[in-house]
Nanobody, 121 residues
Framework: VQLVESGGGLVQAGGSLRLSCAAS????????MGWYRQAPGKQRDLVAI???????NYADSVKGRFTISRDNAKGTVYLQMSSLKPEDTAVYYC????????????????WGQGTQVTVSS
């Protein structure tokens, strides 16, 4: 399994970015996919997931600002981020196999290398 994230960068508060995660080596259309983020010195937290059927779930901190989507033909999952805040600064990772287990969505699959998102105030 190979995941390649892209689209990160430096943006001012209030700006937008679109992250992409291209997956190979899996039957992409069958897997729930997830975006996670990790700020320096903090744990890696769930940002958003999208099921194989297109249902979505978001962390409270990003609801209404971020949108996850997928293109099964391209094997790619996207994260459209708007109204960005400095607290959104982190390395963003995608996961290729997210499952609902014991009350929350958990990452069971491979990780990509991550893409840095920095939001300046």
């Amino acid at each position: 399994v190979q995941l390649v994230e892209s689209g990160g960068g430096l943006v001012q508060a209030g700006g937008s970015l679109r992250l992409s995660c291209a997956a190979s080596g899996i039957i992409f259309s069958k897997n729930a996919m997830g975006w996670y983020r990790q700020a320096p010195g903090k744990q890696r937290d769930l940002v958003a997931i999208i099921t194989s059927g297109g249902n979505t779930n978001y962390a409270d901190s990003v609801k209404g600002r971020f949108t996850i989507s997928r293109d099964n033909a391209k094997g790619t999952v996207y994260l459209q981020m708007s109204s960005l805040k400095p607290e959104d600064t982190a390395v963003y990772y995608c996961n290729a196999d997210v499952q609902y287990y014991r009350g929350t969505w958990r990452p069971f699959g491979s990780w990509g290398q991550g893409t840095q998102v920095t939001v300046s105030s």
